[in-house]
């Protein structure tokens, strides 16, 4: 009977101590953030996703009071950042700051060390601009249906310039061709400067590129826009027809910047975290600087940048594997 009272006083006095020294959830929650937090870029600096971490980073540290560290960590595509993430604690102290490129990697590397869906939890999305389809200057076609026009005609004649080969670029001009009934040649280069300058040179004559490294040399009459893959007419290019004017109405050709962090999460920091981004989206200055880059403020609820991140995966698994393109 001694043995039974001893036993329950310290079982009692042991979980008595678990529940005073072990906050839960909710209360870790309140209590965030206590420290600084490390913000994963997982590409070299001066890129696109680190250019919006560094002008989102000044807005996050006001409304949180902590400092924000950026962290490039350049390898792998990708990959080995994100995965620094993905084996992170889930406590909202790593975080990570991703381009649509990460829902292309998966559909064409099937030995990623994680789930791009299932092992990262969607914070927002934070910026968002559509893509040009760009032709070189002599090309005689002015519109997506005269390209067409040209490329069926001379079948396998055209190259076509992407940043890489399995990169967004990639397989969005292969989707465009698949729909389009076309077939042209692929140039992989390393990265958009590379592929605009081919277009240039007329070593190829059409690409799906950024507006950032395409406004130059189209200001210039080096390059023309026959379209933006966007759903309808981009503010900032108002006389380039949008894909849906050009007979794809379901075509979209988007790059976007957002907010990861590991799963597992409580929900109240992700919740908090979306707030912040969201108001500092709505900030004039951040909007400026990101029209700068060509970039549009994007904003919404973990959901939604979540389902957004499993509708391009699956889409670009599906052209992928009808490409038969892979980075393996």
Known sequence: MKMSRMASFWLGLAAAALM?????????AQAYPERNI????????????DTVARLLAPHLEKALG????????PAAAGIVGTDAVVRAEPDGYSLLMVASSHTVAPAVNSKLPY???NDLAAIALVSRNPLLFVVNSKVAAKTVG???????????????ATVGPGSQS??????????????????????????VMAMVTG??????LSPQVSMPQ?????????????????????QVPAMAESGFADFEAIQWVGLLTTRGTPPAIIARLNAEVNAALKNPDLVAKLAQQGMTPAGGTPDEFQKLISTEVKQWTEVAKAANITAE
Do not use: C, W
Request: proline share 9%; no cysteine; glycine share 10%.
């Open 170 to 195: 990639h397989l969005i001009t292969e989707l465009f061709a698949q729909r389009a009934g076309i077939k042209m040649q692929h140039v992989p280069y390393r990265g958009g400067n590379p592929a």
């Open 20 to 28: 005073t020294g072990a906050p839960s959830g909710r209360a870790a």
């Open 146 to 160: 005269e390209f067409i026009a040209l490329a069926k005609a001379e079948p396998g004649k055209l190259n076509y």
């Open 218 to 238: 189209m200001e210039a009459g080096a390059l023309r826009a026959i379209a933006v893959g966007s759903k309808a007419r981009d503010p900032k290019f108002p």
């Open 203 to 208: 070593d190829t004559q059409f690409a799906v």
């Open 115 to 117: 789930n791009t869906e």
């Open 38 to 49: 490390r913000l994963i870029v997982p590409f070299p600096p001066g890129g696109l996703n």
């Open 66 to 73: 902590k400092t924000i560290i950026i962290d490039n960590r």
